[in-house]
């Protein structure tokens, strides 16, 4: 049998990276993560890996031979949803990213994944992106980067995050995230069956069956660039974040609230935001984690 690539996932939140590398072939070996309620997750779906909670306890030794590792480091000190609060790769979060890469100097996995929020590339004016990209550097690392947004993968999410990729002594990470030929993304897809509002004749028009809508949409105009709130009704949603204003999916005639409809639970709760604001997109994961076993496959696995 093909050997599979064994991935180490760090920050696993409740494991989109680590489903969608499955997804595409890999096998996890080792989680860290260190919210109760993620690690609950974790404990279901990947009862046989080993899981640690706190990597600023964590020591290289305990971390199982892998040659990929993957991970976003916390956001909330980079994101653009912080404004005049972003204190960079100084914030205690997004700080975390130094002990990840004291952690990959040890072990220099062959392939590192990262995903975190587009100001991550402006943060302090680039000068945040600059130290990760010269500590990856100096670590021997081929680094390549690139802005996916969710929607073009089959969900019905707009969700841009910038996904770095680097690899051990050589710049295969290009390889991976950008095609001679262009990438071939999937149609957008809607929450559910639905209608949009459309002109029929007149001045009628068709009634929607659905719209999305944030919990801090009030007073804020659609119009407000990526940060916009308020609510929508052509099957895609805003970006879900970690902050408990993620969208609802109701019927046009519901109270205001999350209720039960096509794909969304009535039970969705605080936590369950918090960590799906938080989670990787899978689809994501999973192209990215094929790419890497294609290259692998040419230049390693021959």
């Not at 969700?159 to 050589?170: D, E, G, L, N």
């Not at 719209?211 to 949409?217: F, K, L, M, T």
């Not at 949603?237 to 205001?256: E, H, M, Q, W």
Request: charged content about 25%; glycine content about 10%.
């Amino acid at each position: 049998m093909e050997k599979q690539l064994k991935v180490a996932s760090f920050f696993a939140g409740i494991g989109g990276f680590d489903l969608g590398l499955e997804n595409a072939g890999m096998s996890v070996v080792f989680q860290c993560e260190i919210n109760k309620y993620c690690q609950s997750v974790l404990k279901q779906h990947w009862p046989n890996v080993v899981l640690r909670d706190d990597i600023k306890k964590l020591s290289a030794k305990e971390i199982p031979k892998s040659e990929v590792w993957c991970g976003g480091f916390p956001c909330q000190d980079l994101s653009l949803a912080n404004q005049g609060k972003r204190q960079g790769l100084k914030g205690e979060r997004s700080g975390l990213f130094y002990k990840y890469s004291e952690l990959i100097c040890e072990k220099r996995p062959r392939w590192i994944i990262i995903e975190n929020v587009p100001g991550l590339l402006n943060s302090h004016s680039g000068e945040d992106f600059k130290v990760l990209l010269q500590a990856l550097d100096e670590l021997g690392y081929g680094v390549s980067w690139r802005v996916f947004d969710a929607k073009y993968f089959g969900t019905p999410q707009r969700r841009r995050r910038v996904y770095i990729v680097a690899s051990y002594k050589t710049l295969l990470s290009a390889e991976v995230l950008f095609e001679h030929n262009g990438v071939t993304v999937a149609a957008r897809q809607g929450i559910g069956k639905r209608e949009v509002a459309a002109k029929e004749s007149g001045n009628e028009y068709k009634e929607s069956n659905y719209y999305s809508i944030q919990h801090a949409g009030i007073g804020r105009k659609h119009t407000a660039g990526p940060q916009a709130k308020g609510f929508r009704n052509d099957g895609e949603t805003y970006t879900l974040d970690s902050r408990g204003s993620s969208d609802a999916v109701c019927k046009t005639n519901a109270p205001f609230r999350v209720r039960n409809t096509t794909r969304v639970s009535g039970g969705v709760d605080g936590s369950r935001f918090r960590a799906l604001g938080n989670a990787v997109c899978v689809p994501i994961a999973e192209w990215i984690g094929h790419r890497i076993n294609y290259v692998d496959k040419r230049f390693y696995r021959r």
